[in-house]
Antibody, heavy 121, light 113 residues
Framework: EAQLVESGGDLGQPGGSLRLSCAAS????????MHWVRQAPGKGLLWVSRSNRDGSSTSYADSVKGRFTISRDNAKNTLYLQMNSLRAEDTAVYYC??????????????WGQGTMVTVSS | QSALTQPASVSGSPGQSITISCTGT?????????VSWYQQHPGKAPKLMIY???KRPSGVSNRFSGSKSGNTASLTISGLQAEDEADYYC?????????????FGAGTRVTVL
């Protein structure tokens, strides 16, 4: 069974950094595009970033561009999100998600349980 | 502000059918057949219910169906059951300068009366 497990969520300082990880199992991680999606408390879903299969192509929502970096280690079956210059509005549950087909445009068919990031002084 | 417009809430009695609309623009819903729908119960991760406008993943009940006309996509739940009470989000691939590659709706709370 395909599974994603996020970790790394924590209380971060404004202007500080955090690194999220997403460990994949039960499927061939290197065959899939992967994404990060976040959800602020009581709010809806917001797409954050995506990576193609080998990490050579990435993209970001404007709200995180230049501050967040997505990467992956296919040997370790792990996706990462490096979050720098944190802002209060980055406070959210961060989900990693697998893309259904390798188009860079399709739905997210496997989700992790999420990891909470709180940005506050 | 979300890119796609959904009603905040929809309700129905057990056994009834309800439809949730999702209105976008010609830059997202209207241009791509990459519209998906997610169900989210409180405190849980989203679950894919519909992809590519009308396709159902394995294991999703055929009571859930999707469609699209122009810039508006729709999710219909027929034979409403208590377990269907949840938040539902639509999502579309897009080339948005604001939201990036994907845009979501703000979500619709489905209540089973």
């Amino acid at each position: 069974e395909a599974q994603l497990v996020e970790s790394g969520g924590d209380l971060g300082q404004p202007g500080g950094s955090l690194r999220l990880s997403c460990a994949a199992s039960g499927f061939t991680f290197s065959s899939y595009w992967m994404h990060w999606v976040r959800q602020a408390p009581g709010k809806g879903l917001l797409w954050v970033s995506r990576s193609n299969r080998d990490g050579s192509s990435t993209s970001y929502a404007d709200s995180v561009k230049g501050r967040f970096t997505i990467s992956r280690d296919n040997a370790k079956n792990t996706l990462y999100l490096q979050m720098n210059s944190l802002r209060a509005e980055d406070t959210a549950v961060y989900y990693c998600a697998r893309e259904l087909r390798g188009t860079g445009a399709d739905a997210f068919d496997v989700w992790g349980q999420g990891t909470m990031v709180t940005v506050s002084s | 502000q979300s890119a796609l417009t959904q009603p905040a809430s929809v309700s129905g009695s057990p056994g009834q059918s309800i439809t949730i609309s999702c209105t976008g623009t010609s830059s997202d819903v209207g241009s791509y057949n990459f519209v998906s729908w997610y169900q989210q119960h409180p405190g849980k991760a989203p679950k894919l219910m519909i992809y590519e406008v009308f396709k159902r993943p394995s294991g999703v009940s055929n009571r859930f169906s999707g469609s699209k006309s122009g810039n508006t996509a729709s999710l219909t739940i027929s034979g409403l059951q208590a377990e269907d009470e949840a938040d539902y989000y639509c999502c579309s691939f897009a080339h948005s300068s604001t939201f990036g590659a994907y845009v979501f709706g703000a979500g619709t709370r489905v209540t089973v009366l």
